[in-house]
């Protein structure tokens, strides 16, 4: 079946550290690989996604590239700040679409001044 | 904001009762799917409503089950709940047109507590 695996949390940095999260996925086909973001008391909101190997998605200074050989979707951020300390949450989907989306089980990242 | 809406926003029922969770998808989309997260957890699929047919199904037994309204609003019913089916509730709609679909926005969720 279709799987995400990402690293545990939680991640505590000081802001404007470097950012790394680690996120492997397993699944049949070629999926659609996205990162979510959940601030508290707020809904899932879509960061960055990547539809094909090699493809880096990028967003509010977050990246992560599609690395098929390794099934690797790593999220980086080069200066964190405080405002970024959320759930993030690595999924595909196999449909070409957004919905039908398997979740990984999610990274709490706090960020302290 | 989004603009899907979920009600109500918190609800508390008892083990073996029914509850019904509603989802008002944003204007124009056509495709709304439940998710359920538990606490510290992932939210997992539970199915996917398309121009008010079911599309697609998780690994979640019969007594969930949906509604697709000509609106596009949707429903998740839970009959004989359990003390597990505690959890938030999301819902996510999109515009879905065979390869090119629209992102999917999530609501804020029902938070669900069985005792």
């Not at chain 2, 997260?37 to 007594?63: K, S, V």
Request: proline share 4%; charged share 15%.
């Amino acid at each position: 079946g279709n799987s995400v695996t990402q690293m545990e949390g939680p991640v505590t940095l000081s802001e404007e550290a470097f950012l790394t999260i680690n996120c492997t996925y397993t699944a049949t086909g070629y999926p659609s690989l996205f990162w979510y973001v959940q601030y508290p008391g707020e809904g899932l909101q879509l960061l960055l996604k990547a539809t094909k190997a090699d493809d880096k998605g990028s967003n509010k200074g977050f990246e992560a590239t599609y690395r098929k050989e390794t099934t690797s979707f790593h999220l980086e951020k080069g200066s964190v700040q405080v405002s970024d300390s959320a759930v993030y949450f690595c999924a595909l989907s196999l449909n070409g679409g957004y919905q039908k989306v398997t979740f990984g089980t999610g990274t709490k990242l706090q960020v302290i001044p | 904001e989004t603009g899907v809406t979920q009600s109500p926003t918190h609800l508390i029922k008892t083990r073996g009762q029914q509850v019904t969770l509603r989802c008002s998808s944003q204007s124009g989309h056509n495709t709304v799917s439940w998710y359920q997260q538990a606490l510290g957890q992932g939210p997992q699929f539970i199915f996917q409503y398309y121009r008010e047919e079911e599309n697609g199904r998780g690994n979640f037994p019969p007594r969930f089950s949906g509604l697709q309204f000509p609106n596009y609003s949707s429903e998740l019913n839970v009959n004989a709940l359990e003390l597990d089916d505690s959890a938030l509730y999301l819902c996510a709609s999109s515009h879905d047109r065979g390869r090119r679909n629209t992102e999917a926005f999530f609501g804020q969720g029902t938070r669900l507590t069985v005792v």
